[in-house]
């Protein structure tokens, strides 16, 4: 590890306050913030992989020393939790030369596994019902999200409609924060090395983070959906509910895999940059699209999509 001189000292608080400026957005500006969200990660990841991993460890640690007393305790463990671990797990793991896919997969499953001891030894310690506070703030954001319709002028069967249906998703979210929670580390984690990847040329030593388009899931996890999937046909709840949480985060998985297909025929045909911009702004807008990428990478265990055909003898 490289010792900090006078010139990345001053790069360090470079880092730091760009760092604060992103998560200050993000937990400031509810919906807006979300976009700055993303990337609280990134100006830690830079400069450790620039000046090595001394250089993120402070970033992080100047970060927390100032959230404490500017925007409090929770708030300081809730970046600690959300990027703090991916800013220092992803350049430790890329300085391996793992490469991105098995980064972003370890790094990920090592916050998960801090978030889940962090929740456990917060439960026991204050003895509340953290699943059960969970819900309450999920109907809070319910109630407090049709409270803003309601004043905005929806009244009647319309108001009722848009009340139900919120109930609807605040039950399945109930069921499947878990999942969302590694979701979002994963989308996280994918977003600030895709940045990285374009910030490459800028640092002495790039790291090897491989190509997205050749990006293919282990053969094995087509048996984990499986088995998540039948497990869901059980009677007890507390299993279907473990396993419709494995089969999201898994058909995520193909989801992003299925994007790696699409993004290699994108380049292999030279596609126009504004149709690849229409494609992505419709799997925004579309959910069937989405299930239709993720079966794309399903399948993929079968077509085996990218591979080269060998032209047959006529």
Known sequence: MKSLTPGPWLEMVKGS????????????????????????????????????????????????????????????????????????????????????????????????????????????????????????GINASISQTAAVYEKSGLTGEELQTFKTAMEQAGGLIGRIYPALVIISLVTIAGLNLWLMARL?????????????????????????????????????????????????VTLSLYFVQGLAIICWFFNRFAVPGLVRAIFYILLTLQPYLAVAVAALGIFDLWGDFRTPRQPENL
């Open 200 to 248: 490459a040329m800028r640092l002495p030593t790039p790291p090897a983070l491989g190509e997205f388009s050749r990006f293919k899931n282990p053969e094995q996890l087509i048996w984990v959906v499986i088995a998540s999937g039948f497990s869901m046909l059980l009677p007890q709840g507390e299993v279907a509910g473990v396993a419709l949480n494995v089969l999201i």
């Open 17 to 136: 306050v760009i760092t604060l400026a992103l998560f200050l957005a993000y937990v400031s500006f509810p919906l807006l913030g979300m976009f700055p969200g993303f990337f609280v990660p990134l100006p830690g990841i830079y400069f450790a992989q620039k000046h090595g991993t001394m250089m993120g460890v402070a970033i992080v640690a100047v970060s927390v020393l100032v959230l404490l007393p500017v925007a409090g305790v929770s708030t300081a463990i809730l970046y600690l939790l959300q990027c703090g671990i991916l800013t220092l797990a992803l350049p430790a793991f890329l300085s391996r030369g793992w490469g991105g896919a098995r980064s972003i997969a370890t790094a990920v499953a090592l916050n998960t596994a801090v978030v889940a001891v962090f929740a456990i030894v917060f439960a026991l310690s204050q003895g509340v019902d953290l699943h059960g506070q969970v819900l309450k």
